[in-house]
């Protein structure tokens, strides 16, 4: 069976995602561009509400961003595998509105150490991961302390931004603001770090 010419647009995004190099956060910005919008549908009838919507997505496509490796065009369509990881983010963000959860601290090396390095124990990995920690270490240092507190709290301890907006007594505005600048100058000081 052919390929729809917009499906191989996506898997070779979703490749160059994969390889983690200096065209990786281009590639989920591009992916991102041609796709955020039916999966923001999707995550809206889900979670029925729009922000919980945007906290899902937001989610789902950092998880993207991890995973990519693991997609198989053999398996499925790229619009069905990044719906099925959307649907589950938003099921477990409703998950988490309906249940009660003790806040976790996690100390930011821990949570680099565990989502970069992998599985493996492999010398390489573990070199890249390091210098990725050391990079991302470098560019959190680089936003306005509120604003890298914001960030830090909305990935690392799961806060929505209405959680956060209430913790921080700012306005949810100001909150999604920070936290989108934040995450594209986090994106553009690694494209320039990794280039």
């Not at 069905?80 to 990881?85: N, Q, R």
């Not at 938003?90 to 930011?108: G, W």
Request: with cysteine; hydrophobic share 40%.
């Amino acid at each position: 069976m052919p390929i729809d010419q917009n499906d191989q647009r996506l898997m070779d995004l979703m490749a160059n995602i994969a390889a983690q190099d200096a065209s990786s956060a281009g590639a989920l910005k591009q992916l991102y561009d041609l796709t955020s919008s039916r999966m923001f549908g999707l995550a809206l009838r889900v979670t029925g509400n729009r922000e919980w919507a945007e906290d899902a997505l937001q989610e789902a496509y950092l998880n993207i961003w991890r995973i990519a490796g693991d997609y198989r065009a053999s398996i499925s369509p790229p619009m069905a595998w990044m719906g099925v990881i959307v649907r589950s983010r938003s099921l477990d963000f409703l998950r988490r509105r309906n249940s009660e959860r003790a806040d976790s601290a996690v100390e930011l090396d821990d949570y680099l150490q565990d989502t970069i390095a992998g599985e493996g124990n492999d010398p390489l990995d573990m070199a890249e991961a390091s210098q990725q920690a050391v990079a991302l270490r470098q560019c959190l240092s680089r936003l306005e302390a509120r604003q890298r507190e914001v960030v830090s709290l909305a990935y690392l301890r799961e806060l929505s931004h209405s959680e956060l907006a209430e913790q921080l007594k700012l306005p949810l505005g100001t909150v999604k603001t920070w936290i989108r600048r934040g995450l594209t100058q986090l994106r553009d000081c690694l494209g320039r770090l990794a280039s």
